[in-house]
């Protein structure tokens, strides 16, 4: 089983759309959890850290539910601009500071 | 305020030569990171340093692979004898105490 999981999609949606995308993760260990974005294979652009009480910033909301080991994040009124691969991103170490695992990503179209 | 910066951008070597990429970190912070991403896969941790020091290597092959972040200067990703199978984006990444940022990355080719 892999680490983090996530739907590589692709999510093909049109402006305006509300999508969200899932993550799991394995290790209950898990300390600090975070959603990236990569943009043709770019560097991966940090979009928001994942708060146990939930967060949200701006058009964007990330979720998470430790019992269910599960991470969401939640994009509405969607922009030509958000056409990425989202990374769901999991810090196993004992700290905030240490290795980051990365899901494969999943991928958003959105079209006009 | 200048993000992480790498160098090179693009490095091309022949089989059997060294490659050494470098790594400035975000002014303040002290904790470095390197990543790999291979064609068509996804980001993989190498290895976690703080000065002067390898905190996790886990990641990190068992050979050829070296990384250090010296008291003075840029953290250095080192691969000796490079084969094919080195062709990858390496990633650097930094953190003050907890969000780690990346920099442009390094794109590897071994021809």
């Known amino acids: 089983r892999k680490e983090v999981e996530q739907d590589p999609g692709p999510f093909n949606v049109p402006e305006g759309a509300t999508v969200a995308f899932n993550c799991t993760y394995s290790?209950?260990?898990?300390?600090?959890f975070f959603w990236y974005r990569q943009d043709c294979r770019k560097e991966p652009k940090l979009l928001m850290s994942?708060?146990?009480s939930g967060n949200e910033d701006g058009r964007f909301t990330a979720q998470l539910n430790r019992a269910s080991q599960y991470i969401s994040l939640l994009i509405r009124d969607s922009k030509l601009s958000d056409s990425a691969t989202y990374l769901c991103?999991?810090?196993?170490?004992?700290?905030?500071?240490?290795?980051?695992?990365f899901g494969q990503g999943t991928t958003l179209q959105v079209k006009p | 305020n200048a993000g992480v910066m790498q160098n090179p951008r693009h490095l091309v070597r022949r089989r059997g030569q060294e490659a050494r990429l470098r790594c400035s970190p975000m002014?303040?912070?002290?904790?470095v990171y390197w990543y790999r991403q291979l064609p068509e896969e996804g980001l993989k941790f190498m290895v976690y340093?703080?000065?002067?020091?390898?905190?996790?290597e886990s990641g990190m092959p068992k050979e050829r692979f070296s990384a250090e972040f010296p008291k003075e200067g840029p953290s250095i990703l080192r691969i000796q004898q490079v084969v094919r199978g080195d062709s990858a984006a390496y990633f650097c990444?930094?953190?003050?105490?907890?969000?780690?940022?990346f920099g442009p990355g390094t794109r590897l080719t071994v021809t």
């Open positions: 002014k303040g912070h002290s904790h």
């Open positions: 340093l703080q000065k002067e020091n390898i905190i996790d």
């Open positions: 991103v999991v810090n196993i170490g004992s700290s905030n500071t240490g290795k980051l695992i």
């Open positions: 990444a930094s953190s003050g105490s907890y969000e780690q940022y």
């Open positions: 290790n209950s260990a898990s300390q600090s």
């Open positions: 994942v708060y146990s």
